[in-house]
């Protein structure tokens, strides 16, 4: 691939990689609003954090964003172990799908963040990736990209269905196509 479509490659890969990370915040929040029994916890917060959302009237609510939020900042492990202890809801059904994912993400922050150069926090979170220090993360065609991002998406539609059975969510069935 030349420059240009390695470039569109890597803001393709993070914005799929990106929708994940937006989906699973979703998920926790629409979990939370069914089963907010989940949220109690020996967490402190403020008491003005309480006087101001009661008085708003969306304590819950305020509770909820902080608790998604601060999942969002913390790392695939962390959100792993909170998915499978607090929720009883592993977000991968095999070790290969998480290290899978955990790899996308750390490809995903090394483009972000490091105009795609792997490092040494890369390569000590991820030992067997095949690029070397100093190397900038190369995907061979448009096609691998495609393929990256489907697995993601194949992961987010069972972990969906898995989460909306588990915590009774709404769902919104695929419109069939009219009979002829």
Request: charged share 25%.
């Given at each position: 691939?030349?420059?240009?479509?390695?470039?569109?490659?890597?803001?393709?890969?993070?914005?799929?990689?990106?929708?994940?990370?937006?989906?699973?915040?979703?998920?926790?929040?629409?979990?939370?609003?069914?089963?907010?029994?989940?949220?109690?916890?020996?967490?402190?917060?403020?008491?003005?954090?309480?006087?101001?959302?009661?008085?708003?009237?969306?304590?819950?609510?305020?509770?909820?964003?902080?608790?998604?939020?601060?999942?969002?900042?913390?790392?695939?492990?962390?959100?792993?172990?909170?998915?499978?202890?607090?929720?009883?809801?592993?977000?991968?059904?095999s070790p290969e799908?998480?290290?899978r994912v955990?790899?996308?993400?750390?490809?995903?922050?090394?483009?972000?963040?490091?105009?795609?150069?792997?490092?040494?926090?890369?390569?000590?979170?991820?030992?067997?990736?095949?690029?070397?220090?100093?190397?900038?993360?190369?995907?061979?065609?448009?096609?691998?990209?495609?393929?990256?991002?489907?697995?993601?998406?194949?992961?987010?539609?069972?972990?969906?269905?898995?989460?909306?059975?588990?915590?009774?969510?709404?769902?919104?069935?695929?419109?069939?196509?009219?009979?002829?």
């Amino acid at each position: 691939m030349d420059e240009h479509t390695q470039f569109l490659g890597q803001m393709l890969f993070c914005r799929g990689v990106d929708s994940f990370l937006v989906y699973l915040s979703d998920l926790l929040t629409l979990i939370f609003a069914a089963e907010p029994n989940i949220l109690k916890s020996n967490e402190k917060v403020s008491i003005e954090f309480v006087v101001d959302h009661l008085r708003a009237g969306d304590l819950l609510s305020a509770i909820v964003e902080k608790k998604v939020t601060e999942l969002s900042y913390q790392g695939m492990e962390d959100v792993y172990r909170f998915f499978d202890e607090k929720l009883k809801l592993p977000l991968c059904k095999s070790p290969e799908d998480s290290r899978r994912v955990a790899l996308f993400n750390d490809i995903r922050n090394i483009i972000t963040h490091n105009r795609g150069i792997v490092n040494q926090i890369f390569k000590q979170k991820q030992p067997d990736h095949p690029a070397q220090l100093g190397a900038q993360i190369v995907f061979k065609d448009h096609s691998e990209v495609g393929e990256l991002i489907g697995s993601l998406i194949y992961l987010a539609r069972h972990l969906d269905a898995r989460a909306a059975t588990k915590f009774k969510l709404a769902t919104i069935l695929p419109r069939q196509p009219p009979e002829a």
